[in-house]
T-cell receptor, first 114, second 115 residues
Framework: AQKITQTQPGMFVQEKEAVTLDCTYD???????LFWYKQPSSGEMIFLIY??????QNATEGRYSLNFQKARKSANLVISASQLGDSAMYFC???????????FGTGTKLQVIP | DADVTQTPRNRITKTGKRIMLECSQT?????MYWYRQDPGLGLRLIYY???????NKGEISDGYSVSRQAQAKFSLSLESAIPNQTALYFC??????????????FGDGTRLSIL
């Protein structure tokens, strides 16, 4: 079974609108962390936001927030007030337990339309 | 200067050639990783090293080998390159002593094309 599933290969959003990128995960470890990365067309991987399995509140970083629903095993990224510079690939990833290996999803390509 | 440096940034080579991709870091991290990225497949782990004497295979290690020459250096080799190894390769680092909420730190990637 896939540990990280991103079901949206591509999405469009109008500039200044909010968009939600989906991520579901699968683990039996009670301790885990979820990460979102952005990959612009230039190729580098940019860390956006982190959510720990024991965190009581949803993570937020500026325009990025993580809608963490533990019972559903989902960790969706919400980008508010989309900007043209948000056009990129977005990857969800999970680290299980104290191990440092991280498993990545297949990514969602977001295109922001002016 | 970048904390995680990959060389070369781009490489085009022919089938059967031996290729080495190099990664060096100035972050002082003990753990280093090599990933490859293919369209539609995300990032997949090739090899990882938790310290200089500890090297482990990832999910797609066949056709690759690695060397951890020092804590700061981790190289990936393709002994006899084949076209389906054409991909974007990333090196990443992490620190075992920090909280698990710290992200991996990535190099800028190496675009490898095998003709």
């Amino acid at each position: 079974a896939q540990k990280i599933t991103q079901t949206q290969p591509g999405m469009f959003v109008q500039e200044k609108e909010a968009v939600t990128l989906d991520c579901t995960y699968d683990t039996s470890d009670p301790s885990y962390g979820l990460f979102w990365y952005k990959q612009p067309s230039s190729g580098e991987m940019i860390f956006l936001i982190y959510q720990g399995s024991y965190d009581q509140q949803n993570a937020t970083e500026g325009r990025y927030s993580l809608n963490f629903q533990k019972a559903r095993k989902s960790a969706n990224l919400v980008i508010s007030a989309s900007q043209l510079g948000d056009s990129a690939m977005y990857f969800c990833a999970m680290r299980e337990g104290r191990g440092q290996k991280v498993t990545f999803g297949t990514g969602t390509k977001l295109q922001v339309i002016p | 200067d970048a904390d995680v440096t990959q060389t070369p940034r781009n490489r085009i080579t022919k089938t059967g050639k031996r290729i080495m991709l190099e990664c060096s870091q100035t972050k002082g991290h003990d753990r280093m990783y090599w990933y490859r990225q293919d369209p539609g497949l995300g990032l997949r782990l090739i090899y990882y090293s938790f310290d200089v004497k500890d090297i482990n295979k990832g999910e797609i290690s066949d056709g690759y080998s690695v060397s951890r020459q020092a804590q700061a250096k981790f190289s990936l080799s393709l002994e006899s390159a084949i076209p389906n190894q054409t991909a974007l390769y990333f090196c990443a680092t992490s620190d075992s002593w920090t909280d698990s909420n710290q992200p991996q730190h990535f190099g800028d990637g190496t675009r490898l094309s095998i003709l």
